[in-house]
């Protein structure tokens, strides 16, 4: 019996020993120049915190890939057991799920996540969207994009977009749809048949809320990468357990029993990295000088209005005047460019730690541990640096408390002093931006009494809210052998439970220590910010029975 070879190329992983990818995808893709690309951009913004974080979108998408592969495996494993007549090339859709796992990032701005929000224009989704729906020439995936009000990030679109335009023969014509789904994570919800139901599951297991193989590796790699110590996650135990349950239309992904003991450790490893590595406020802080960076080299070199164009990210690329045609932009790249401007700072801050500002607290829990027993105060505080936010966004300032800021809003208050009426709803816009002074006036003072600099920067983040919170975890469906139908994670399992934050919002507040080599005292901040917390609170109760008796 001739058995076909494939001829193969093998890449040594730290992680999973050896990758081997076939030829034809090594010269098809692998050895692109759009794919080499991302060797050129970092997976992550940790190496402030762990210096050995430096691995690449490149090791990534072949990881994805690797784990792609097993979970294809299981996946025609179950196939087979389930469906008496293959009405359909399964393969084929294996072969585009599996492309669509190694070309999953190879539309990543450098330095990732930090720099894709340069993708984003006031309509970038809906022109992403527009363009992506012509050239799969889907008018269904149009509808459903309205409908579901579907919204992919930016790398998942722009990466989409590289793929169809520059690997668009390899895909095939009939595949281009449903290739890009699995990288959006967009399923099919109108008229799912004739196999649409397969092809929701392989979407699933590249770009889903919980579990997929793109989240396994990055959870698996990050640690590694970082040596930070998580909980194992055995990802052989669970994908060689993925199986299908269902037929056509109606089947969808669920996992055998065996995958029980692994199936909560992803959401505790992906919860951990994000809780204690992503919202760390010297990775934040990082990425603020990165996307500072970026913004000026876009603006002052680039000159392209904070939006990176698609050419950037080809061998095609855009002329520069001064510096030629830049192409395959990558992180290299921006840094290049930073270091050859004019002004040195815009480079300087990210190479020189000495120049960096530092953090009054390091976590939302040492956070409210200053404040703690101060519940109605703290409300009051954070919705104040809520309001300043967006008061500053206005003036189209930085979020930096500082001389500069303080005197623009003096000037603000001079000026609707000057122009405004009695009606009440301008003097209480008065009202707010004395408020917001007087807080400016208190960092200043306190910047005086501690002999540093009046120079305070406010990064802002989302509130933790852990992945066992999400339905999507407890309806997870597991699979066992004497029972006739696939049981919900939560009715055979005593998950964890999870609550919500009562905040959306939270930030971090960073000072310079002037040349200081010991920290700085806080207790006069906390005293302070306490003092104006309760000020308004006061006025508040005030301005309440004043209304009640009116």
């Not at 000159?303 to 932009?329: H, P």
Request: net charge negative.
């Amino acid at each position: 019996m001739n058995q076909e070879v494939t001829e193969v190329k093998t890449f040594k992983d730290p992680i999973y020993g050896y990758i081997e990818i076939e030829n034809a995808l090594i010269a098809g893709v692998v050895d692109t120049a759009v794919f080499q690309r991302l060797r050129d951009v970092v997976q992550t913004s940790y190496t402030p915190l762990y210096s050995s974080a430096v691995h690449t979108r490149f090791a990534h998408s072949l990881g994805v890939y690797y784990l792609g592969r097993m979970a294809s495996g299981a996946f025609l494993k179950s196939f087979r057991e389930i469906s008496a007549e293959e009405n359909f090339d399964i393969k084929e859709l294996l072969r585009v799920f599996m492309l669509a796992c190694l070309l999953h990032d190879v539309g990543h701005a450098p330095f990732s996540h930090t720099g894709e929000k340069f993708y984003l224009g006031s309509e970038a989704h809906k022109e992403f969207h527009q363009l992506i729906v012509d050239l799969v020439n889907d008018p269904v995936l149009e509808k459903e994009i309205v409908n579901e009000s579907y919204k992919a990030a930016p790398h998942e679109l722009m990466s989409v977009i590289v793929s169809l335009r520059e690997f668009g023969d390899l895909i095939g014509e009939d595949h281009k749809s449903f290739f890009a789904r699995c990288v959006l994570g967009y399923k099919y919800t109108m008229g799912v048949d004739n196999g649409k139901g397969y092809q929701n599951c392989l979407i699933e297991l590249l770009n889903s809320k919980i579990i997929d193989v793109d989240k396994l590796d990055y959870l698996i790699r990050d640690s590694y990468m970082t040596g930070y110590d998580t909980v194992k996650i055995d990802y052989v135990r669970l994908l060689n357990n993925i199986c299908i349950h269902g037929e056509g239309e109606t089947c969808r992904i669920c996992y055998r029993k065996a995958a029980l003991s692994v199936i909560e450790n992803v959401v505790y490893a992906h919860d951990s990295e994000r809780k204690w590595i992503q919202k760390h406020p010297v990775v934040l802080y990082e990425a603020y000088i990165v996307e500072n960076m970026i913004r000026k080299v876009m603006d002052e070199v680039l000159k392209c209005d904070d939006k990176i164009a698609y050419e950037y990210l080809t061998e095609q690329g855009q002329v520069v005047d001064g510096y030629g045609t830049v192409r395959l932009l990558g992180d290299s790249d921006i840094l290049f460019l930073a270091k050859t401007m004019t002004e040195p700072e815009i480079a300087g801050e990210y190479y020189n730690r000495n120049a960096r500002k530092h953090p009054f607290w390091k976590s939302e829990a040492e956070f409210h541990a200053i404040f703690e027993g101060n519940d109605e105060q703290l409300d009051i505080i954070e919705e104040e640096f809520a309001e300043l936010e967006t008061y500053f966004r206005t003036l189209g300032l930085p979020f930096i408390l500082n001389q500069k800021a303080l005197e623009a809003i003096e000037k603000e208050i001079e000026y609707t002093e000057k122009v405004m009426g009695n009606e009440e709803g301008k003097q209480q816009t008065l009202k707010m931006k004395q408020y917001h002074l007087e807080w400016m006036r208190m960092f200043r003072k306190y910047a005086h009494d501690q002999d540093i600099g009046f120079e305070f920067l406010v990064i802002s983040t989302e509130q933790f809210n852990s992945g066992f919170k999400k339905t999507e975890f407890s309806n997870i469906e597991v699979v066992f052998p004497e029972i006739k139908k696939p049981c919900r994670l939560n009715a055979v399992s005593n998950v964890l439970k999870a609550g919500s934050s009562e905040r959306e919002k939270f930030f971090f507040l960073f000072y310079s220590r002037k040349g200081k080599a010991a920290g700085i005292k806080i207790s006069g901040l906390v005293t302070g910010m306490l003092k104006l917390a309760n000020q308004k609170k006061e006025r508040q109760e005030i301005e309440n029975k004043e209304e009640q008796l009116n």
